[in-house]
């Protein structure tokens, strides 16, 4: 079921500067055209990361509609949930109620004591907030050296590679690895 983003996160795990400096580039004006550039790598990075660790650097809130309210949550660390509601075909929403929230690892999950039936053609719909915390220092520092290596590493390679399977340079992978969800297929 599908998973939308409501609201992004404040700010990113790696500040333009910090690449410029990582990269050895003057520092630039707060609008400059380097300084959106560099914002633009980061972001792309940052996404990149989330979606192979299935997980949100910075706090941001999110909606997932499912038709199990007791699977686990898709993104991880969940700080809190702030809804869960059973919605019908025709819109009516019902609370769900009886539930807690159980931080699992790798991933957390909705522990729902008396389970509704989910109405024919209806859904549950959770809104959540995902990450580490709301300032990029929350976010464990591999992770946030991760992103300073993948950012520079599309500065440094603005054409498409194609060096060996793995999309992330070596280092990158390295850093993230602890992370990793486990894939049982």
């Known amino acids: ?29 707060p609008e400059t055209e380097q300084t959106v550039e560099l914002t633009a790598l980061i972001r792309a990075a940052t996404a990149m990361i989330e979606r192979r660790l299935d997980t949100a650097l910075v706090a941001q809130d999110w909606l ?11 993104l991880s660390p ?37 389970h509704p039936p989910v109405p024919r053609n209806g859904h549950v719909e959770v809104l959540f907030t995902a990450g580490y915390g709301p300032t990029a220092d929350d976010v464990p520092d591999d992770i946030r ?13 603005r054409e498409a590679t194609t060096e060996g399977r793995d999309p992330l ?8 690895a602890p992370y990793r969800p486990i894939r049982i297929s």
């Not at 079921?1 to 990269?23: G, K, N």
């Not at 050296?145 to 390679?157: D, I, K, P």
């Open 64 to 74: 997932w509609r499912t038709s199990s309210p007791a699977r686990s949550l898709p």
């Open 169 to 176: 340079p070596l280092g990158v992978a390295s850093l993230l």
């Open 1 to 29: 079921m599908p998973l939308v983003r409501q609201s992004p996160p404040a700010t990113t795990p790696v500040t333009p500067d910090a690449l410029a400096e990582h990269l050895r580039l003057p520092h630039a004006a």
């Open 78 to 114: 969940v700080i809190a949930i702030t809804s869960v509601e059973v919605v019908a075909s025709g819109g009516i929403r019902t609370p769900l109620a009886n539930w807690s929230l159980v931080r699992d690892r790798p991933r957390p999950r909705l522990a729902v004591t008396v």
């Open 145 to 157: 050296h991760a992103v300073t290596l993948l950012a520079a590493h599309f500065y440094e390679n």
